[in-house]
Antibody, heavy 122, light 107 residues
């Protein structure tokens, strides 16, 4: 079955960096794009970033452009999200989610990981 | 960005009730609409995609309808495990955006 497992969250000071990982299994990883979606405490869902199946294209929400970088290693079935210049408003649970279709992005999410909490605080 | 507005923001219902949640898009999105269920402390779970297609292994009491700007999620007979928050999401236009959520509580 499809499984996604995030890791790397924690408490970090404003302005510092953190790298999140998402390990995938149960599907042909190298043929699907993967997204990051976040949820601030007590708030709704917010799309953050997407990486194409081959890692050649990454797309970002305006509020993270220039600060976050998404990447993937298809040999390890793993997605990464590098978070730089973190702010208090980046505090959230970060989920990775699989795109529904192969190759081209649809921005429809069919499976989600359990999430990892990032807390930005001094 | 396309704004997604859900109503109501919360509702109270009893086991066995028929529940309907509405989602409205700020512009037409054809049928590029999904619904998710989220329980406290858990990840969202896909219920419906393409406005009316039911995700595999989702109970048949869940259904979706609509096209253009107005959509509904219906739970035909509410079960104890259905008490949760429900979100709609459009994927017609970039960036994908979510509604604010509807919390379904026990009456």
């Amino acid at each position: 079955q499809v499984q996604l497992a995030e890791s790397g969250g924690g408490v970090v000071q404003p302005g510092r960096s953190l790298e999140l990982s998402c390990a995938a299994s149960g599907f042909t990883f190298s043929t699907y794009g993967i997204h990051w979606v976040r949820q601030a405490p007590g708030k709704g869902l917010e799309w953050v970033a997407f990486i194409s199946y081959d890692g050649s294209n990454g797309y970002y929400a305006d509020f993270v452009k220039g600060r976050f970088t998404i990447s993937r290693d298809n040999s390890k079935n793993t997605i990464y999200l590098q978070l730089n210049s973190l702010r208090g408003e980046d505090t959230a649970v970060y989920y990775c989610a699989k795109d529904r279709i192969t190759l081209a992005p649809l921005y429809s999410f069919d499976y989600w990981g359990q999430g990892t909490l990032v807390t930005v605080s001094s | 960005d396309i704004q997604m507005t859900q109503s109501p923001s919360s509702l109270s219902a009893s086991v066995g009730d028929r529940v309907t949640i509405t989602c409205r898009a700020s512009q037409g999105i054809s049928n590029y609409l999904a619904w998710f269920q989220q329980k406290p402390g858990k990840a969202p779970k896909s219920l419906i995609y393409a406005a009316s297609s039911v995700q595999s292994e989702v109970p048949s009491r869940f259904s979706g309808s609509g096209s253009g700007t107005d959509f509904t999620l219906t739970i035909s007979s509410l079960q104890p495990e259905d008490f949760a928050t429900y979100y709609c999401q459009q994927y017609d236009s970039y960036p994908p955006t979510f509604g604010g959520g509807t919390k379904v509580e026990i009456k």
